[in-house]
């Protein structure tokens, strides 16, 4: 066949052949242009490509015959035959973009392909303030939700890719590390309830190291990773497995160092005219409520430490006063922290042979005491063409994480929720009370002391100096990869991809504090690893001149386990000493009651078939399948067959009107339909027994144990999932290609989810996996780009990216009202039938249907809460908008990027608290007068209760219905600013220096959330839920963000 | 040739490498973390279903001391006082941790013959389903928790249905018990592994589900008259039905749950007590019950609040109502904000929030949580006294939270039955006996409860006989100088509910019965709405089981109910 396609190839080729023409093509700097396409322009059957030289010899009718020289990474010439001999070919305005890699190191034109993919190069990553890959990504991609934790350095980062496609699983893309995947996940040991700012994994690589990161939004793109790659995959291509082989560059050592300050951003303006106190009463309160203003000369009040319990602990304080006025506490309690980066990258090869190595070190000292994070990491990556065809490229990587902090658990009011948290009695610290300066530990016995006379809140620097969350990786990952080349067009690669950490979890806390106060010592060790094998040929092929064809076959196994050992011990002996044998019992249950012994291993087996037809260079075609088999089911419904089908038309090269226009410089419209399985959580279908060890000891000291049948129903006919994608986009780049537009429709939806359905405890279970409901997703990505200057000295671009999602479940079986995601059971985000995921659930204010639903006030005049729970609002964002903007003149350049975020509800207990308790400038009303709050009595008249203004923010917010934290979450950033100057090549031409570069930047510099209190600066992009698919939209007192400012010096050798 | 034989190695690695994954695919299904449910064992199961029993009790207990002014209750009108959520983790516990475990290990025991384990199964499974009816009215039973053929929307059974089904479950336990078991539990959490004592309960519980039950069964009272003549009930102190808490602070926290939220090492007393309970027993009679300071351990003490000089002694924002007027709503006499000497608790429906008053509460006493006893020094009306905080870091003052549930108690049968003789027609002599029988049983029972613990009270404050005996006459005087036999039932259910400490189950179904105590304390709001006479369903059941409905608002009456009584 092949032999046939090539005769008749040969035959027709020979019949037109008339005229001789021999030329060369150079780049813009007179290097040849390897492989460039020549073409006869109106016969487009008769080309050739060029040499290693750049030469090409092609026959033609006469010399007067157009030819058309393209190649990727350049503008498309058109020359007459005749004046061919040196050709030279301008770099277009899409340069590295026009080639993706796709699956297990594929590179494809972008143009062939049905999707959309979004690529972040090196420079939008580089020298940046936050240590983060996935942060830095924020707003730089169309349909990529990226959301911090918090600004706790080392913190956890929330990715979702075309909004939530699931009600119970996860929801995070898979990260593809040089072809292999590696490992993302936040192994946090706890609940929100017990904070858990636990660090994500992909924080183990250094942005610097990055070479490229391209997303791969929709189905169409990553079905070929198979079911892992459903929630979109972020594609990492580091500098050691970016060589390419064949490289003959000359080395190059590249030196870089960064350092940034850390600040807290997000600082309340506190009241300096009242203080610590309720309603008429001066005193220890939690509470700012005093209605007495301060005095000058301040009042004298006794000293808090001035009580019974502390006079022997405290003897200097016996009959002390302290001046009752303001003190700056929360903002002295802060610190600024210190970033810095420093890195080295060693590039070079010889013939056949190329390697990159570097090394890169971390320091990030959080604003927080006691907070930071140190990353080294270590990489070697080649690429050597051996003889026989044989070409082996490899990369590994050595990264050590230590991520330190105060614990932060949640809190709903003051203290934590379960765990210990810094933040849980922070940010709402009475301005009277002068924490910063006043003792925070019991000398006797280390013991916490505050101002609260029944010492049931712990000082927050106690806190800082005996409480700490610890998390330490050792992580080595890599791949080998062996290719065969049979021929041109046909290849064999065989794979093999590692990623195995160990990641250490500690969380300790000495005696003494409000919580814990006995202390606890909690060590967990994880293990993960996880094996890639890959098996792939390829085969490609011209059929005719017309068509093209490339062929993929190819397997895959993917086994991933994770394992971890844990103990828990508390009630502390010795102060201060963290080792199991000074606590009294040990256990295996940590603090949420979770097993901290466990293990879950999971197999995936894939065999995939992908084919690409191409026709000319305009019309593309792809069809493939794919299937997969999953531990995680029984062997009856462990399969799924998925197939894809995409197709890219190019406009600009088929129409003949375009292909020579101004206007329209490229079109490219693209559309695909694909599937995709998902799995869910493995041990679902099969009962279990739950065992209770050392339950209960009774008084003569009998230690009772219990088993229990599980409270998961199994379900054994579960299966997978089915995803199906519709994808429409336009790509194009317009007027002079100053305008770049890149346009994406989608709809995706996900029926039959496996999802966890709650059961009423009265049927013997509390909840059960099953294929139930439906989840869709649709929405518009934008990317837009317009040129304003472009000449030799002076450039600037305007970049925006447009992000719409909206989403809705449901199909929801009859008996399926609600679904619990995230929170608490009775105040959360949910799922109803017929509404976005996501809907804030909680307690409402009483309202009376008969008077036009005013809210109903008791006789006491306060609000009356509504027995049964309503929503709240919608946590889902109506649209992000990101704008970057980029000035270079001559050698220095300027960049910024602006993200706004409208709409989207949010359930906010920061400000609720700073509100509710009196402290910032915002409640510096009147607070001697009397207040009414709106509103009818339970008969229905109009409320004239009087209420103290105390009452009003504290009982009538704070200990009311829910509904008064929930604020609209609209905000507006200023998330990077930088200005870099590159010193210009001559300067450096007697130096040893290659190049060199300084810039300055800074990180997340200002925002404004507006419907929130003026004085609370409350940030809304927050998650105390830590990293799941829910984490927006729900506040509980977590860590405030951080504002990053600093220099960078790059220095090439 | 080379490039043949390379495609050949690679298909056939391939293939070999797929044929053995799959293999290992079926052996990664079970979880390895967990046994199979093939492993259970029957001892395992019922020491589940007894130590989930007793978490089960505490929870619908606590619900009902707050309703019946026990233990403090919080929300200004009732419609607020719970929300549906609040009865998620009873629910919970009732059907998952009680009668589905119970339902699991059934044909376990069954095949092994151990009737003893069934009838222990059967006995706990009865309490619960009426306990369920008790407080929510009709509930899911007759497919609930049945773990071999699940039911994922359990049908709703009427309440009087489920007490059959309950009173039926108590037949069957006596038939179990009556046969030669294989083998006793390995832990017999109540009864230490004594059968009689079982049976003992099985026909108390009978005699208990009559007297609910009497306001709707008309041959209530030859029932009684049949379980009381054939004998063999709950009438002495060693037959009491108690669950009994360990010592044991961590690793398991094994102590009362009272215990644990009062003795804490930080931020003193979490919960407060009723005041009404204090006032009823430290002011109404004009003298001090001698169970007083085994039920309470005061932290300060200061007549009314005051020093003799007027002065506050506690600071005003720990107690803002301190030198207040009564509410007008108030009955005169009935107590406000602070019942005097210390004893500071809370009025009944208080919704404020929680000043720094922590020092100031009063805990629960020895008394069933297994605290420490009171020995604090009356004050003279001088100057305020404060005894050693109960704060201390090892959590250990007295008994060290070796408390009881006291499920059923010999002095709850003596009040009852005296209830059955004032109420069924039957004598008032009779029922005097019995009322004398029952306080002295709640006195003794208490009195003796330190012995127990090997805790010795401070000798000083330990009431003498003569003192018993005082309190026992001014009670028969009441009784006797009541003119009515509903006024002679006041004087024996106020007893009864001084008695039930700790038990809330009890005084709230009395209350609904009978409505009294009479004198009860209102709620602190004038309108609070009418008295909650069955609780909401709570959120797990609503949203989850497509048989559920929630009620209309907490004026439902259960069954049993006839509405007879007042309750406000």
Request: proline share 5%; net charge neutral; with cysteine.
């Amino acid at each position: 066949m092949l032999l046939l396609v090539s005769l008749v190839t040969f035959c027709f080729s020979t019949l037109v052949a008339q005229q001789s023409v021999t030329g060369k093509v150079l780049d813009d700097k007179g290097a040849p242009v390897v492989g460039a396409s020549v073409v006869q322009k109106n016969n487009r059957k008769n080309g050739t490509s060029t040499d290693a030289s750049g030469s090409f010899t092609l026959s033609v009718p006469s010399s007067g015959t157009v030819l058309v020289i393209s190649s990727v990474g350049f503008a498309a010439s058109e020359v007459a035959a005749s004046d061919a001999s040196k050709v030279t070919l301008a770099a277009s305005a899409e340069t590295i973009s026009e080639v993706v890699v796709t699956s297990l190191g594929i590179k494809r034109e972008k143009k062939a392909l049905g999707y959309a993919v979004a690529t972040v190069d090196k420079k939008q990553l580089e020298l940046r303030p936050d240590g983060d890959p996935m942060r830095l990504l924020q707003g730089k991609a169309p349909g990529v939700n990226i959301l911090n934790t918090s600004g706790i350095s080392g913190s956890g980062t929330n990715i979702t890719i075309r909004g939530v496609s699931t009600i119970s699983g996860n929801s995070q893309p898979l990260f593809v590390v040089d072809g292999v995947p590696f490992d993302g996940s936040t192994n946090a040991q706890a609940g929100f309830l017990y904070g858990n700012q636990t660090g994500s994994r992909f924080f183990d690589i250094d942005p610097n190291n990055i070479e490229s990161v391209s997303v791969l939004k929709g189905l169409s793109a990553t079905t070929q990773y198979g079911s892992l790659g459903r929630n979109g995959v972020v594609l990492i291509t580091t500098k050691n497995g970016a060589v390419s082989r064949g490289q003959r560059k000359k080395t190059e050592i590249t030196v870089s160092q960064s350092v940034f300050s850390n600040d807290v951003a997000n600082l309340p303006v506190y009241t300096e005219k009242y203080g610590n106190g309720f309603n008429n009463a001066v005193g220890n309160f939690f509470s700012n409520w005093a209605s007495i203003a301060f005095t000058d000369p301040p009042m004298r009040l006794p000293h808090p430490y001035d009580r019974a319990a502390l006079r022997g602990a405290f003897p200097e304080l016996v009959g002390a006063k302290y001046d009752y006025k303001f003190y700056p506490s929360v903002k002295n309690f802060f610190r600024t922290g210190v970033v810095s980066n420093t890195g080295i990258n060693i590039n070079g090869g010889g013939p056949g042979l190329a390697m990159n190595a570097n090394f890169s070190t971390l320091t990030d000292k959080g604003f927080t005491p006691e907070n930071d994070v140190v990353r080294h990491t270590f990489g070697v990556g080649g690429n050597a063409k051996l003889t026989n065809n044989f070409t082996l490229t490899s990369s590994l990587n050595f990264t050590t994480t230590k991520f330190n902090t105060p614990p932060t658990a949640s809190s709903t009011g003051s203290g934590s929720d379960n765990g210990v948290s810094v933040f849980g009695d922070l940010i709402y610290t009475p301005t009277s009370v002068d924490m910063v300066n006043w003792p925070y530990q019991n000398p006797a016995d280390g013991s916490s002391v505050y101002y609260r006379s029944g010492n049931d809140i712990t000082h927050p620097r106690w806190t800082i100096a005996n409480s700490r969350v610890k998390q330490n990786t050792n992580r080595a990952f890599g791949n080998v990869q062996l290719r065969y080349d049979f021929s041109k067009s046909l290849n064999f690669v065989y794979k093999i991809g590692f990623d195995n950490y160990g990641e250490e979890h500690i969380h300790q806390h000495n005696k003494g504090a409000a919580e814990f106060p006995l202390g606890f010592y909690r060590t967990t060790y994880v293990n993960r690893a996880i094996w890639d094998h890959s098996m792939l040929a390829s085969y490609n092929t011209q059929i005719t001149d017309d068509v093209t064809l490339n062929v993929e076959a190819g397997a895959n196994a993917y086994i991933n386990n994770y394992k971890q050992f844990g103990q828990y011990s508390s009630q502390q002996l010795v102060f201060n000493l963290f080792d199991h044998s000074n606590f009294i019992t040990q256990n295996k249950t940590g603090d949420s009651g979770d097993d901290l012994d466990y293990r879950v291993e999971q197999m995936l087996l894939g065999a995939f078939g992908f084919a690409s037809i191409g026709y000319k260079d305009y019309l593309y075609v792809n069809v493939g399948a794919r299937s997969d088999w999953s531990s995680k089911f029984e062997s009856a419904n462990r399969n799924k067959v998925y197939p894809n089908v995409t197709a890219s038309f190019i406009p600009t090269a088929a129409v003949d009107a375009l292909r020579s226009s101004k206007v329209v410089n490229y079109l490219k419209m693209r559309l695909g339909y694909s599937t995709s399985a998902s799995f869910g959580d493995a041990y679902q279908t099969r009962a279990i027994l739950g065992i209770q060890a050392n339950r209960f000891v009774t008084a003569g000291g009998t230690v009772v144990n219990s088993n229990t049948l599980g409270g998961r129903r199994p379900n054994p006919t579960l299966r997978p999932e089915l995803s199906k994608e519709t994808e429409f986009g336009i790509e194009g780049r317009l007027f002079n290609n100053r305008v770049n537009l890149d346009l994406t429709l989608y709809r995706r939806v996900n029926p039959d989810q496996i999802l966890d359905k709650d059961l009423d405890p009265a049927s013997g279970y509390t909840v059960q996996s099953i294929n139930a409901a439906t989840v869709e997703n649709k929405g518009i990505e934008l990317g837009l780009g317009y040129t304003i200057i472009r000449n030799k000295k002076f450039n600037w671009d305007i970049n925006t990216n447009f992000t719409l999602n909206r989403n809705k479940a449901y199909d929801f079986p009859a008996e399926i009202q609600q679904i619990g995601l995230a929170g608490y059971s009775d105040l959360g985000l949910f799922a109803f039938p017929n509404k976005p995921l996501g809907m804030i659930y909680g307690s409402k204010v009483l309202r009376d249907p008969n008077k036009g639903n005013q809210p109903v006030v008791g006789p006491d005049g306060n609000y009356l809460v509504d027995p049964t729970l309503g929503i709240l609002g919608d946590s889902n964002p109506d649209f992000q908008l990101t704008g970057i903007t980029s000035f270079s003149y001559k050698s220095f350049s300027f960049r910024m990027q602006w993200d706004y975020s409208r709409g989207g509800d949010m359930f906010a207990m920061t400000p609720l608290i700073l509100l509710s308790r009196g402290v910032t400038k915002d409640t510096e009303i009147d607070r001697q007068q009397m207040w009414v709050i709106p509103g009818v009595n339970q008969a229905g008249e109009p409320n004239t209760v009087q209420i103290a203004v105390a009452d009003v923010f504290f009982t009538n917010r704070l200990v009311s219905a829910d509904e008064f934290g929930v604020w609209d979450a609209t905000v507006i950033r200023l998330r990077e600013a930088s200005l870099s100057y590159a010193i210009p090549a001559n300067f450096l031409k007697d130096s040893p220096f290659g190049s060199a570069s300084l810039t300055l930047s800074g990180q997340n510099l200002w925002y404004k959330a507006p419907s929130f209190p003026k004085y609370n600066n409350f940030d809304p992009e927050t998650a105390t839920l830590g990293v799941s698919s829910y984490a927006r939209g729900f506040e509980l007192m977590t860590a405030p963000s951080s504002r990053r400012f600093g220099a960078s010096l790059r220095l090439t050798f | 040739m080379y490039k043949n034989k390379l495609i050949l190695v690679a298909v056939a690695a391939s293939l070999l490498t797929l044929s053995s994954c799959k293999k290992r695919l079926d052996d990664m299904l079970a979880n390895p973390n967990v046994p199979t449910l093939d492993k259970a064992d029957t001892d395992l199961y019922l020491n589940a279903a007894q130590l989930s029993f007793a978490s089960f009790f505490n929870s619908l207990s606590d619900r009902g001391m707050e309703m019946s002014r026990l233990w403090n209750m919080g929300g200004s009108i009732y419609l607020n006082a719970f929300r549906p959520e609040t009865f998620n983790g009873v629910w919970g516990n009732a059907y998952r941790n009680v009668v589905t475990q119970i339902n699991a290990m059934e044909p376990l025991a069954r095949a092994q013959n151990r009737f003893f384990h069934l009838g222990i199964g059967q006995v706990m499974k009865a309490y619960t389903g009426m306990a369920l009816v008790d407080f929510f009215g009709d509930v899911p039973w007759s497919e609930a928790g049945n773990p071999a053929n699940s039911v994922i929307n359990p049908k709703i059974d009427k309440g009087q249905d489920v007490y059959a089904n309950c009173l039926g479950l108590l037949d069957s336990a006596l038939v179990n018990f009556a046969k030669n078991a294989a083998s006793s539990p390995s832990s017999d959490l109540y009864y230490g592994g004594n059968k009689t004592r079982w049976i003992t309960l099985a026909k108390t519980l009978k005699l208990k589900a009559y007297m609910t039950t009497r306001l709707v069964d008309a041959s209530a009272g030859s029932k009684i008259a049949a379980v009381v003549a054939a004998g063999d009930i709950i009438d002495t102190e060693a037959e009491d039905f108690v669950f009994r808490f360990g010592t044991q602070l961590e690793n398991p926290n094994s102590r009362h749950p009272k215990y644990n939220s009062c003795y804490r090492a930080s931020g003193g007393v979490g919960t407060y007590i009723a005041n009404y309970i204090a006032w009823e027993m430290v002011t109404e009679k004009g003298m001090i019950d001698p169970r007083t300071r085994y039920y309470f351990r005061r932290q300060i003490t200061a007549r009314n609040g005051q020093t003799s000089s007027g002065q506050f002694i506690i600071p005003l924002p720990a107690l803002s109502c301190q030198g207040q007027l009564s509410p007008g709503h108030y009955p005169i006499g009935m107590v406000y904000c602070m019942t005097g000497d210390g004893y500071f608790g809370r009025d009944h429906g208080d919704p404020s929030g929680i000043p720094p008053d922590g020092q100031h509460r009063t805990a629960w006493g020895i008394y069933p949580a297994g605290g420490d006893f009171d020995a604090l020094a009356i004050n003279t009306g001088s100057a305020s006294s404060v005894q050693a905080s109960i704060v201390t870091l090892n959590g250990t003052p007295g008994a060290r939270g070796a408390g009881i549930h006291p499920i059923w108690l010999s002095s709850y049968t003596n009040f009852l039955l005296a209830e059955a003789q004032l109420a069924l027609g039957g004598s008032a002599a009779t029922a005097r006996t019995l009322l004398d029988a029952g306080v002295r049983q709640s006195i003794t029972k208490v009195l003796n409860f330190p012995a127990t613990m090997t805790v010795t009270p401070n000798p000083n404050f330990v009431p003498s006989t003569a003192a018993i005996n005082q309190y026992v006459n001014v009670v028969l005087g009441a009784y006797d100088a009541a003119s009515t036999n509903t006024a002679k039932l006041n004087v024996v259910m106020k007893e009864y509910h001084i008695a039930s400490f700790g038990n809330g189950i009890e005084p709230y179904n009395n209350y609904r019965r009978t409505g009294l105590p009479l004198n009860m304390q209102p709620m602190l709001n004038p309108l609070p709405g009418p008295f909650i006479r069955s609780v909401w369903y709570p959120t797990d059941h609503v949203t989850l089981n497509l048989n559920a409905r929630q009620k209309a608002d907490n004026t439902v009456k259960v069954f049993w109910d006839n509405g007879s009584a007042t309750c406000f």
